[in-house]
């Protein structure tokens, strides 16, 4: 599988965005997909994840209510759809296929990332 990421840019405090994933492949319907991202000089944090069927998600924590994964099977396409977008958020975010568990060790898959920028 192969992925892309797309849809970051720089916006302002309170804004939302949303980004897309697009994967290759016939078999993107099997697999559990996930968000992560990446500020400068820090680890690559876990988002969002989501089941093959898209029935189940998962959220960290700073997320919850603020962000909504999803996913169109047919379209081969993951989404993240990011409100009230705070300076923190900014980072690069990967998505990447194969678990829908918070480790970023358990996914085989990777996309080349997209930068989200939150300006004050």
């Known amino acids: 599988v192969q992925l892309q990421a797309f849809g970051g840019g720089l916006v302002q405090v309170g804004d939302s965005l949303r980004l897309s994933c697009v994967a290759s492949?016939?078999?993107?319907?099997?697999?559990?997909m996930g968000w992560f991202r990446q500020a400068p000089g820090k680890e690559r944090l876990f988002v969002a994840a989501?089941?093959?069927?898209?029935?189940?998600?998962y959220y960290a924590d700073s997320m919850k209510g603020r962000f909504t994964v999803s996913r169109d099977n047919a379209k081969n396409t993951m989404y993240l759809q990011m409100n009230n977008l705070k300076p923190e958020d900014s980072a690069v975010y990967y998505c990447?296929?194969?678990?829908?568990?918070?480790?970023?060790?358990?996914?085989?898959?990777w996309g080349q990332g997209t930068q989200v920028t939150v300006s004050s």
């Open positions: 990447a296929a194969g678990s829908i568990n918070p480790s970023r060790y358990d996914y085989a898959y």
């Open positions: 989501i089941s093959w069927s898209g029935e189940t998600t």
């Open positions: 492949g016939r078999t993107f319907s099997a697999y559990g």
